[in-house]
Structures are given as C-alpha cells and as structure tokens.
C-alpha cells in the first residue's frame, strides 16, 4: 500500500502563487511518475502536470508557462510551484503516483483563488 499526503492548498488572491507538495509512503518499490490533477466544482477531473523518474514533464495547456513541477526522488515528495493564479484555477488538487503499473491517489488539497 502506497500512501499519499497533499499539503499547500488554501485561499490565495488572483495573480498571487501557491506551492503544492505531495510525499509518498509505504510500500513503495520504484515510482514511474507522479503527478498533480485538479477538479473543479461540476468539472471533470484533469492532468494538472505530470514528471517521470527522468525528470521528462506534461503539462495541461491551460497551465503552461504558470505552473512548474519537481521532484525529489530521494523524499519520494513531488511539488507543484503554482505562479500568476487565476479563479479558474480554483479547484481540489489531488497528488497521485505511479508504481508498478498502479496508480495511487492523495486525498487532495482545495486550492480558492479569490479575492
């Protein structure tokens, strides 16, 4: 069993930046990837941003240029720097990894953008 824990979220002004960070622990073997995925109030869930072990990333286009994803392999914790934060960003951001060939899910921390 793999366990995951967001922390970071919370109520921020728009334009202002947040950082998100997820460590993982258990039975944990190799991590393939791990990731960030948000879902907004009546909205699908969706690909925030994602890193391999390598360091290779993916990130949503509607968080290019804004968002940026690390990873610490040693601590098993991954981060997501969030900058320049609009309302539609608002949303519960869930961490999630990969390892071996499973996938694993935090219970998601709640990011507002608000004034």
């Known amino acids: 069993q793999v366990q995951l824990v967001e922390s970071g979220g919370g109520l921020v002004q728009p334009g202002g930046s947040l950082r998100l960070s997820c460590a993982a622990s258990?039975?944990?073997?190799?991590?393939?990837?791990m990731g960030w995925y948000r879902q907004a109030p009546e909205k699908q869930r969706e690909l925030v941003a994602r890193?391999?072990?390598?360091?290779?990333?993916n990130y949503a286009d509607s968080v290019k240029g804004r968002f940026a994803i690390s990873r610490d392999n040693a601590k098993n914790t991954v981060y997501l720097q969030m900058n320049s934060l609009n309302p539609e960003d608002t949303a519960v951001y869930y961490c999630?990894?990969?390892?071996?060939?499973?996938?694993?899910w935090g219970k998601g921390t709640l990011v507002t953008v608000s004034s």
């Open positions: 999630n990894a990969e390892v071996h060939y499973r996938w694993y």
């Open positions: 258990g039975s944990i073997g190799s991590i393939a990837a």
């Open positions: 890193i391999t072990t390598s360091g290779s990333t």
